[in-house]
């Protein structure tokens, strides 16, 4: 991901209902998506926080697909919804 994409991107994560998953793979067709619960990743520290959830990115280029800090590094994003306060 490079920061062009990160900043398309945080736009859409900002808007008050988020993009949907079909969305977001429509319009960045270079990298995967994926949204879970926050209570999953409890332990985890997100990339960027958001009003409604905690934004990861993802590093898949080894076997195993992990989380990084890195933009640069980053071949996807995976979304953790919190509930609404």
Excluded: K
Aim: net charge negative; hydrophobic share 40%; aromatic share 6%.
């Amino acid at each position: 991901m490079n920061e062009s994409d990160w900043a398309r991107l945080q736009v859409l994560l900002d808007a008050e209902d988020g993009p949907s998953l079909p969305a977001l793979r429509r319009d960045f067709p270079g990298l995967a998506f994926v949204r879970c619960d926050a209570l999953d990743m409890a332990g985890s520290r997100p990339f960027r926080v958001t009003p409604t959830t905690d934004v990861y990115l993802m590093d898949g280029r080894d076997h195993c697909v992990s989380l990084t800090p890195d933009l640069g590094a980053a071949t996807g994003v995976l979304i953790a919804a919190r509930e609404r306060s």
